[in-house]
Nanobody, 123 residues
């Protein structure tokens, strides 16, 4: 079971970026996943995550109205579309699969962390 995030890079404030999360060893379509990020000097925090109780998605306040998640089951890949990016969105972004039920983006409920991808928002 492995996840690999990719697609990061340098983007100007106000710009957009789409990150990919490729899964191997399991079917992403049948799994609840989450996106997390870790800025320099800060703890890893949730961005948006599948909820296990109602099939919905939990959005961190910082992601509401700007970030969305989608999947391509044929490619076994999930995507994080990020719009209206801000300098404070600069971080290493990770995807992970939910190991324990829950409705929020608590990192301890997730596993199969892969290498993250760096997103830098700067002019």
């Amino acid at each position: 079971v492995q996840l690999q995030a990719s697609g990061g890079g340098l983007v100007q404030p106000g710009g957009s970026l789409r990150l990919s999360c490729a899964a191997s060893g399991f079917s992403l379509g049948r799994s609840a996943i989450g996106w997390f990020r870790q800025a320099p000097g800060k703890e890893r925090g949730g961005v948006l995550c599948d909820s296990s109780s109602d099939g919905g998605t939990y959005y961190a306040d910082s992601a509401k109205g700007r970030f969305t998640m989608s999947r391509d089951n044929a490619k076994n890949t999930a995507y994080l579309q990020m719009n209206s990016l801000r300098p404070e969105d600069t971080a290493v972004y990770y995807c992970a699969t939910r190991y324990y039920p829950g409705d929020y983006c608590a990192a301890f409920d997730f596993g199969s962390w892969g290498q993250g991808t760096l997103v830098t928002v700067s002019s």
